[in-house]
């Protein structure tokens, strides 16, 4: 069995539509479907329709119950722009009761190997940032304070795309299928073969310029279009 992993699309359904041809026999999203983007709709709608399974983002919680994100300050007035003049503009009653609906962390069973699916970290599901060059054993802690030190989790957030161990705990971050902010400019995904019990780490290029297009027309204010097309990478 072929199980796609993706995560952090944030409205970009142009990057989603080459997601959508990736050959699979399941599909499972960690998270941050909308915000920043200019299809938060169509986003959750196809993601809805594909994805076998789902948890939250910190940006899903912020939209279906009006909240704020607690992104990094460094994104978070634009966060706070986008949410209020596309996102919540957009999603009608059906969207938003499907993301109130998502849980914030599931564990489920590949073919006999357990994975714990969460966008932030097991200690903080929503918000918690695991970055490859700063773990500790605080990050690796239940919400009832019980320490762990096993298992494989599957995480979002962060942007960045790894995989490694952390002691006996693997860790592994599809990175974003919209919005990339590590070393590469293009989107990305994973690909594990529960046969092989291996993964691919896959990145893919799409049609920027549509994007770019929808994006001058939608917002209108200079300052925001500008930082939204630099976040995107669309220059």
Same mark, same amino acid.
């Given at each position: 069995?072929?199980?796609?992993?993706?995560?952090?699309?944030?409205?970009?359904?142009?990057?989603?539509?080459?997601?959508?041809?990736?050959?699979?026999?399941?599909?499972?999203?960690?998270?941050?479907?909308?915000?920043?983007?200019?299809?938060?709709?169509?986003?959750?709608?196809?993601?809805?329709?594909?994805?076998?399974?789902?948890?939250?983002?910190?940006?899903?919680?912020?939209?279906?119950?009006?909240?704020?994100?607690?992104?990094?300050?460094?994104?978070?007035?634009?966060?706070?722009?986008?949410?209020?003049?596309?996102?919540?503009?957009?999603?009608?009653?059906?969207?938003?009761?499907?993301?109130?609906?998502?849980?914030?962390?599931?564990?489920?069973?590949?073919?006999?190997?357990?994975?714990?699916?969460?966008?932030?970290?097991?200690?903080?599901?929503?918000?918690?940032?695991?970055?490859?060059?700063?773990?500790?054993?605080?990050?690796?802690?239940?919400?009832?304070?019980?320490?762990?030190?096993?298992?494989?989790?599957?995480?979002?957030?962060?942007?960045?795309?790894?995989?490694?161990?952390?002691?006996?705990?693997?860790?592994?971050?599809?990175?974003?299928?919209?919005?990339?902010?590590?070393?590469?400019?293009?989107?990305?995904?994973?690909?594990?073969?529960?046969?092989?019990?291996?993964?691919?780490?896959?990145? +893919?290029?799409?049609?920027?310029?549509?994007?770019?297009?929808?994006?001058?027309?939608?917002?209108?204010?200079?300052?925001?279009?500008?930082?939204?097309?630099?976040? +995107?990478?669309?220059?």
């Amino acid at each position: 069995m072929k199980v796609l992993f993706f995560s952090d699309v944030h409205a970009n359904m142009y990057a989603l539509k080459e997601i959508l041809k990736v050959d699979c026999d399941k599909a499972i999203f960690l998270g941050d479907m909308v915000d920043y983007g200019t299809s938060p709709v169509e986003t959750v709608e196809k993601i809805r329709e594909i994805a076998d399974y789902a948890v939250m983002g910190n940006h899903d919680y912020a939209a279906a119950f009006n909240k704020d994100c607690l992104c990094s300050q460094e994104n978070h007035e634009l966060s706070v722009f986008t949410r209020k003049n596309i996102t919540l503009k957009e999603l009608g009653k059906n969207e938003l009761n499907y993301l109130q609906k998502l849980p914030d962390y599931m564990e489920i069973d590949l073919d006999g190997v357990q994975f714990n699916l969460v966008h932030g970290s097991p200690t903080d599901h929503l918000y918690g940032y695991l970055y490859p060059w700063k773990l500790s054993a605080a990050m690796f802690t239940s919400l009832t304070g019980r320490s762990i030190d096993e298992g494989t989790f599957v995480v979002g957030h962060t942007h960045h795309q790894f995989l490694l161990s952390f002691g006996h705990i693997r860790i592994i971050n599809p990175g974003s299928a919209g919005q990339p902010r590590d070393d590469s400019p293009y989107p990305s995904y994973v690909v594990y073969d529960s046969k092989k019990q291996s993964f691919e780490m896959n990145r +893919f290029r799409y049609d920027t310029s549509a994007f770019k297009k929808e994006l001058l027309e939608k917002v209108s204010d200079e300052f925001h279009r500008k930082k939204l097309i630099e976040l +995107f990478r669309l220059t």
